[in-house]
């Protein structure tokens, strides 16, 4: 049996994962310190919504203001991406980080998240290959090395961590050292996720598809692991070797499903026509949309 050098198990006591990278660390502290009342969010930019909603971990509405922001940005879609990786939607995390190195390809805060999305995957292999292109063009980072550290180790290549880690004090003697709530435990699942809950818990999502594993849900209900669900979307929307599996959820007596039309009640249906009547009725006067009235379709 290969042994763990000692070097390694000192750092182990005091390890948690790195931090994900990312562009917003100043502006989640300005949210926390100004954080306005809800009646004056219009008067932030969508991407300032956005910070805000990360710093109060309301990461789905966090989404939702990043998309009205703009999109050309790779600044955009890397703090998208962070939002995606809180609510562990590992494959929507990559879609937004992969856009983002698309509009910067020397983006090593995307190029890193990638590798966290691959260690949370498990595939060790594709993560570590990630984290040395991020140190290519961010060789004195910390935090990436504290990352590949934590990668070679999960991998059994201990001689590799300890290097890592080595680097990585010998940068930040402190890079160990960070707040519990600023880092994501990249080695849970949506699985594992789900295994977590109550079996009296019922899972409700009517934000989009792939923020929930549908196949882990269905063994989930299936096997009484939880009570019942309620879904609006589904990953066979973007996936269609989900088909199988919706027609199961959607045949079970514990579901309730709507076909993505959830928000179309009367009232809201309602209020969408009143706010694309003043945005009209705005844009012949001259006067300024309200950003938060401007849909910006942001997926990929």
């Not at 691959?118 to 570590?128: M, S, V």
Request: aromatic share 8%; hydrophobic share 40%.
């Amino acid at each position: 049996m290969m042994s763990v050098p000692s070097t390694i198990l000192s750092c182990l006591a005091l390890l948690c994962l790195a931090p994900l990278a990312s562009a917003q660390q100043a502006d989640t502290s300005y949210a926390r310190s100004s954080a306005p009342a809800g009646a004056y969010m219009y008067q932030l930019s969508p991407e300032a919504q956005g910070d805000l909603y990360v710093a109060r971990r309301q990461y789905i509405a966090a989404i939702e203001a990043y998309r009205h922001a703009p999109l050309m940005s790779a600044r955009t879609w890397l703090k998208m991406g962070v939002a995606y990786h809180h609510l562990f939607a590992m494959d929507e995390a990559l879609k937004a980080y992969q856009m983002a190195i698309h509009l910067d390809s020397h983006n090593s805060d995307a190029l890193n998240n990638i590798g966290a999305v691959y260690h949370g995957k498990r595939e060790y292999g594709n993560a570590i290959k990630w984290y040395k292109r991020a140190l290519k063009y961010a060789p004195k980072t910390a935090a990436i090395y504290c990352n590949l550290g934590t990668t070679y180790f999960a991998a059994h290549k201990y001689k590799d961590a300890e290097k890592a880690y080595g680097h990585a004090f010998a940068l930040d003697p402190k890079a160990f050292e960070h707040e519990s709530n600023a880092s994501i435990d990249e080695g849970s699942t949506r699985e594992e996720r789900i295994a977590q809950m109550k079996p009296t818990a019922f899972v409700i999502n009517t934000a989009r598809g792939g923020l929930v594993e549908d196949r882990d849900l269905l063994t989930a209900l299936t096997s009484e692991r939880l009570a019942g669900a309620g879904l609006d979307v589904f990953m066979s929307e973007s996936d269609t070797s989900y088909k199988d599996v919706t027609r199961q959820l959607v045949a079970l007596p514990n579901v309730i499903a709507l076909p993505h039309a959830g928000a179309s009640t009367r009232e809201g249906l309602h209020r969408t026509n009143m706010v694309a009547a003043r945005c009209v009725v705005a844009v012949l006067n001259g006067t300024p949309v309200p950003p938060e009235c401007v849909v910006a379709d942001g997926r990929l």
